[in-house]
């Protein structure tokens, strides 16, 4: 069975840190990977997935996310954290061998200070 | 133009009751779901329809029931409402249902029972 683990159910940076946050799948084969952004009140929207394409993966706002299949991560980063990147970030797998059901982790709720 | 969009946004109401949610999408997607959110912000998948064929059924109190009229219509019935009940209902809907398609959410429907 698949599953996927995000790191930190919460995370604070600094207006203009970096952001990291962590995430890893349990596969047996490497999955289709993503993250997801929910922004108050809102439903859920993709960053950017992992296909099997290029390991790293460019999102929307400047988000990006590599896929390492040794580590069984896909952390997402962005350079430098903005007031609006706070928001709830969900890591979600789903199979690529068939099967229709996508996992979404627990969520990491982002916090940006100013 | 909303892609993604669930009526009603809020509803309250006492246990015991039956209540309708109801999602379209006009993205010409064959695959649509119901997701619950609970409160920690977990989501967890209720059901999913390909071409109106249920493809996933969790374990679900059978006191709700989808129904999909039409490829771009998914509505959610639920029978005597419990306190338990209470979340958050979103609809996502995806070109088909493979593991690699991108979902797309609606806003969110907030269930409260009292």
């Known amino acids: 069975a698949q599953s996927v683990t995000q790191l930190g159910s919460h995370v604070s940076v600094s207006e203009g840190a970096l952001v990291l946050l962590r995430c890893n799948y349990s596969s047996s084969v490497p999955p289709y990977l993503f993250w997801y952004v929910q922004y108050p009140n809102q439903g859920l929207q993709l960053l950017l997935k992992y296909t099997s394409a290029a390991t790293l993966v460019k999102g929307i706002n400047g988000f990006e996310a590599e896929f390492k299949k040794s580590e069984t991560s896909f952390h997402l980063t962005k350079p430098s954290a903005h007031m609006s990147d706070a928001a709830e970030y969900f890591c979600?797998?789903?199979?690529?061998?068939?099967?229709?059901?996508?996992?979404f982790g627990a969520g990491t709720r982002l916090f940006v200070k100013a | 133009d909303t892609a993604v969009s669930q009526t009603p946004k809020y509803l309250v109401t006492q246990m015991g009751n039956d209540k309708s949610i109801k999602c379209e999408q006009n993205?010409?997607?064959?695959?649509m779901y119901w997701y619950k959110q609970d409160s920690k912000k977990f989501l967890k998948i209720m059901f999913s329809?390909?071409?109106?064929?249920?493809?996933i059924n969790e374990t679900v109190p059978n006191r709700f029931s989808p129904k999909s009229p039409d490829k771009a219509h998914l509505n959610l019935h639920i029978n005597s409402l419990e306190l338990g009940d209470s979340a958050v209902y979103f609809c996502a809907s995806s070109q088909g249902p493979l593991g690699g398609d991108t979902q797309y959410f609606g806003p969110g429907t907030r269930l409260t029972v009292l």
């Open positions: 979600a797998v789903s199979p690529n061998t068939g099967g229709f059901k996508t996992i």
């Open positions: 329809y390909n071409n109106k064929e249920l493809i």
């Open positions: 993205l010409g997607h064959d695959t």
